[in-house]
């Protein structure tokens, strides 16, 4: 399968953006807030949803990064523990003053990061390594909407 490459704009993207990285593991040192560049990134080793469920489960190590984002805070997470693991939900967005809005990045164990951005800019790319690993998660995959291809990538 080719790398997948997704931009978000509106909350449908980000819905996409959200099934796609579902289940999706990091560490809380593979999470930057750049306040100057006005981004948030991270580097998370998602779940590849879309391969045939006859062969082997697998991961791949997936980039994401918002931008306009004029602040980030985190819920139940402490920065010091950088080889902390975390399991990713979902991701939604909650309007304030339109376009502006609340980005929320859910995980397990109620933890949660919030950015406060002043619209929608998100992109999310594969980076290449790809592995097998031993069990899927253990729940209905995510419904993952039809949509017109972003930039060369399958929705």
Same mark, same amino acid.
């Given at each position: 399968? *080719?790398?997948?490459?997704?931009?978000?704009?509106?909350?449908?993207?980000?819905?996409?953006?959200? &099934?796609?990285?579902?289940?999706?593991?990091?560490?809380?040192?593979?999470? &930057?807030?750049?306040?100057?560049? =006005?981004?948030?990134?991270? +580097?998370?080793?998602?779940?590849?949803?879309?391969? *045939?469920?006859?062969?082997?489960?697998?991961?791949?190590?997936? !980039? #994401?990064?918002?931008? =306009?984002?004029?602040?980030?805070? +985190? =819920?139940?997470?402490?920065? =010091?523990?950088? *080889?902390?693991?975390?399991?990713?939900?979902?991701? $939604?967005?909650?309007?304030?003053?339109?376009?502006? !809005?609340?980005? $929320?990045?859910?995980?397990?164990?109620?933890?949660? #990061?919030?950015?406060?951005?002043? +619209? #929608?800019? &998100?992109?999310?790319?594969?980076? !290449?390594?790809?592995?097998?690993?031993?069990?899927?998660?253990?729940?209905?995959?995510?419904? #993952?909407? *039809?949509?017109?291809?972003?930039?060369? !990538?399958?929705?």
């Amino acid at each position: 399968m *080719d790398l997948l490459k997704l931009v978000a704009f509106d909350e449908e993207d980000l819905a996409v953006l959200s &099934a796609h990285l579902q289940d999706a593991a990091l560490r809380v040192e593979d999470v &930057a807030f750049l306040p100057k560049e =006005r981004r948030f990134a991270l +580097c998370a080793r998602r779940f590849d949803w879309e391969s *045939d469920p006859a062969e082997p489960p697998r991961r791949r190590l997936t !980039g #994401i990064h918002f931008d =306009r984002v004029q602040n980030a805070r +985190c =819920r139940n997470m402490d920065p =010091r523990r950088k *080889d902390e693991v975390l399991n990713l939900l979902a991701v $939604t967005f909650e309007p304030t003053t339109a376009p502006s !809005g609340v980005v $929320t990045l859910i995980f397990s164990e109620d933890r949660a #990061i919030r950015l406060e951005v002043e +619209c #929608i800019e &998100a992109q999310m790319k594969d980076m !290449g390594p790809v592995w097998e690993v031993e069990s899927r998660p253990e729940h209905a995959p995510p419904v #993952i909407l *039809d949509q017109a291809p972003a930039s060369g !990538g399958k929705a």
